[in-house]
């Protein structure tokens, strides 16, 4: 009993280690990408400088960062000060706990190791609740600043990411009732079962996700908190070093998560598009080259992947594309325009379930 | 509750990480004390007022607004998961918690407690 039980423990930790480490490693690639991408779309070359093609670029960023002084400024209140970015980036990290990374598992040593590190059977209210959890963090951090530009900052990002959490949480709304389970699993399973990706019945809940998600991460155009040419750069201005750095790697795996939920919720996961039309199975690539457990594994890996760029990309091009609300406009967009929206999705797929006799 | 093991696992392991990034800067990084550098930022002049000043109450409003909305979200979640076993009765109560939800959000948007400015 108690070797079971260490041997549970031993595994996962070795997920975690896993899954931590691919979004720490993931983050310098962001940053690259989005500046890479953003480059392109304004026709200019990105970063070319250190390491071929300016591959190396972030990780040049994150050694400078590393090496800078930490201010902590005479005025603040020290502990809250130093305790601020962890509580943003805890939570940020946390949320991945849930997330699948692909559909089966792998048999190592006689052990099944799964590719999430657990099934909670609420997971996207896990999800939900312990990415606001960061808010906190937020405002924590302008606060104890104890300087103008941090604390209105950090009203703005409070107010707008509550704001927008509730569209966020009802937009899931509309794809929990279509898989009738909040198991992040469970909910890829129910669109494998529905032969149908919940992005189709959804299109709306997707939208109004996706937009409360971009508020939600404070990115461009809804980047109001750090709208540096009336707030310097918002909550983290007194932030430096590596600091500032935690509040960085936590706002790149803030919209990790937001495009993983997206990609569980309405994108079928690791499933390949049309899951039940067979002659499509070449596409599930992995398949064919690897041996025995590792295909479908890396298959499931691929289409994870492969969705989840595709929402982060879409965050790049979207940044590259808008320009930024006024804060009146993000509010009226946020309270007047999605939660009604939401609200009448809801009822909406309501009644198409009532109506597919889709209800017991 | 065995499956909520890892995520506490997972709690300990990214405050290990945010930790060990920052004892690393701390090692390596230099420490100079200057009381200029130290002050609080405010575009190159010297500071005027405390900051925490009075702030407009329309972030009390979206606080409140916030509790309101996000408490039904959560009644709605149990209710989503369960929908198709529910059937009609759900739906009929449902539209009646939702519509009363309404009306109380269109008093708030006709109080105007969703305007900004």
Same mark, same amino acid.
């Given at each position: 009993?108690?070797?079971?039980? #260490?041997?549970? +423990? !031993?595994?996962?930790?070795?997920?975690? @280690?896993?899954?931590?480490? &691919?979004? *720490? $490693?993931?983050?310098?690639?962001?940053?690259?990408?989005?500046?890479?991408?953003?480059?392109?779309?304004?026709?200019?070359?990105?970063?070319?400088?250190?390491?071929?093609?300016?591959?190396?670029?972030?990780?040049?960023?994150?050694?400078?960062?590393?090496?800078?002084?930490?201010?902590?400024?005479?005025?603040?209140?020290?502990?809250?000060?130093?305790?601020?970015?962890?509580?943003?980036?805890?939570?940020?990290?946390?949320?991945?706990?849930?997330?699948?990374?692909?559909?089966?598992?792998?048999?190592?040593?006689?052990?099944?190791?799964?590719?999430?590190?657990?099934?909670?059977?609420?997971?996207?209210?896990?999800?939900?609740?312990?990415?606001?959890?960061?808010? #906190?963090?937020? +405002? !924590?951090?302008?606060?104890?600043?104890? @300087?103008?530009?941090?604390? &209105?900052? *950090? $009203?703005?990002?409070?107010?707008?990411?509550?704001?927008?959490?509730?569209?966020?949480?009802?937009?899931?709304?509309?794809?929990?009732?279509?898989?009738?389970?909040?198991?992040?699993?469970?909910?890829?399973?129910?669109?494998?079962?529905?032969?149908?990706?919940?992005?189709?019945?959804?299109?709306?809940?997707?939208?109004?996700?996706?937009?409360?998600?971009?508020?939600?991460?404070?990115?461009?155009?809804?980047?109001?908190?750090?709208?540096?040419?009336?707030?310097?750069?918002?909550?983290?201005?007194?932030?430096?070093?590596?600091?500032?750095?935690?509040?960085?790697?936590?706002?790149?795996?803030?919209?990790?998560?937001?495009?993983?939920?997206?990609?569980?919720? #309405?994108?079928?996961?690791?499933?390949?598009?049309?899951?039940?039309?067979?002659?499509?199975?070449?596409?599930?690539?992995?398949?064919?080259?690897?041996?025995?457990?590792?295909?479908?594994?890396?298959?499931?890996?691929?289409?994870?992947?492969?969705?989840?760029?595709?929402?982060?990309?879409?965050?790049?091009?979207?940044?590259?594309?808008?320009?930024?609300?006024?804060?009146?406009?993000?509010?009226?967009?946020?309270?007047?325009?999605?939660?009604?929206?939401?609200?009448?999705?809801?009822?909406?797929?309501?009644?198409?379930?009532?109506?597919?006799?889709?209800?017991? | 509750?065995?499956?909520?093991?890892?995520?506490?696992?997972?709690?300990?392991?990214?405050?290990?990480?945010?930790?060990?990034?920052?004892?690393?800067?701390?090692?390596?990084?230099?420490?100079?004390?200057?009381?200029?550098?130290?002050?609080?930022?405010?575009?190159?002049?010297?500071?005027?007022?405390?900051?925490?000043?009075?702030?407009?109450?329309?972030?009390?409003?979206?606080?409140?607004?916030?509790?309101?909305?996000?408490?039904?979200?959560?009644?709605?979640?149990?209710?989503?998961?369960?929908?198709?076993?529910?059937?009609?009765?759900?739906?009929?109560?449902?539209?009646?918690?939702?519509?009363?939800?309404?009306?109380?959000?269109?008093?708030?948007?006709?109080?105007?407690?969703?305007?900004?400015?």
């Amino acid at each position: 009993m108690e070797t079971q039980m #260490f041997i549970t +423990i !031993l595994i996962s930790v070795v997920q975690i @280690s896993i899954v931590l480490s &691919l979004v *720490a $490693l993931s983050v310098p690639l962001l940053i690259l990408m989005e500046r890479k991408v953003i480059g392109f779309m304004q026709s200019r070359i990105g970063p070319k400088r250190v390491g071929p093609s300016g591959m190396l670029q972030t990780i040049a960023d994150g050694l400078k960062l590393l090496l800078k002084e930490d201010i902590i400024p005479d005025r603040a209140d020290k502990w809250v000060f130093r305790l601020a970015p962890m509580i943003v980036l805890v939570p940020a990290f946390v949320a991945f706990a849930v997330v699948p990374f692909s559909g089966t598992g792998l048999n190592v040593f006689g052990q099944r190791i799964t590719p999430w590190v657990t099934d909670l059977n609420i997971g996207i209210l896990f999800i939900i609740a312990i990415s606001s959890v960061g808010v #906190f963090g937020i +405002i !924590l951090g302008g606060w104890a600043s104890n @300087s103008k530009y941090p604390l &209105l900052g *950090a $009203l703005r990002s409070a107010a707008q990411m509550v704001s927008y959490e509730v569209p966020l949480g009802l937009a899931l709304v509309g794809g929990l009732m279509w898989a009738g389970t909040a198991s992040m699993v469970g909910i890829v399973e129910a669109q494998r079962e529905a032969h149908l990706w919940f992005f189709i019945p959804q299109v709306v809940g997707t939208v109004i996700y996706f937009m409360a998600g971009v508020a939600e991460t404070n990115r461009a155009p809804f980047d109001l908190a750090e709208a540096e040419t009336e707030l310097v750069s918002g909550f983290h201005t007194e932030y430096s070093g590596m600091r500032f750095g935690l509040y960085f790697i936590a706002e790149y795996a803030n919209m990790l998560i937001v495009a993983a939920v997206a990609t569980t919720m #309405f994108f079928g996961g690791w499933l390949r598009p049309f899951p039940n039309v067979s002659w499509l199975a070449f596409l599930d690539i992995f398949n064919f080259i690897l041996p025995g457990q590792w295909g479908p594994f890396m298959s499931g890996l691929m289409w994870v992947i492969i969705k989840v760029s595709c929402f982060i990309f879409l965050y790049y091009w979207i940044r590259a594309t808008f320009p930024r609300y006024r804060y009146d406009q993000l509010m009226s967009i946020g309270w007047k325009w999605l939660l009604p929206l939401a609200l009448a999705n809801i009822m909406g797929t309501g009644a198409l379930l009532l109506w597919l006799g889709q209800t017991g | 509750m065995i499956a909520y093991l890892p995520v506490l696992l997972f709690i300990l392991a990214a405050i290990a990480f945010g930790a060990v990034n920052l004892i690393l800067s701390w090692i390596v990084r230099p420490a100079r004390y200057d009381p200029v550098k130290m002050s609080p930022y405010e575009c190159g002049i010297e500071t005027l007022h405390d900051p925490r000043q009075r702030y407009s109450v329309h972030y009390y409003l979206i606080a409140v607004l916030f509790i309101v909305f996000d408490v039904e979200t959560v009644f709605l979640f149990p209710w989503a998961v369960q929908y198709k076993v529910l059937g009609w009765f759900g739906f009929v109560e449902m539209s009646v918690f939702i519509l009363i939800l309404v009306i109380a959000y269109l008093y708030a948007w006709k109080k105007g407690a969703l305007e900004w400015v």
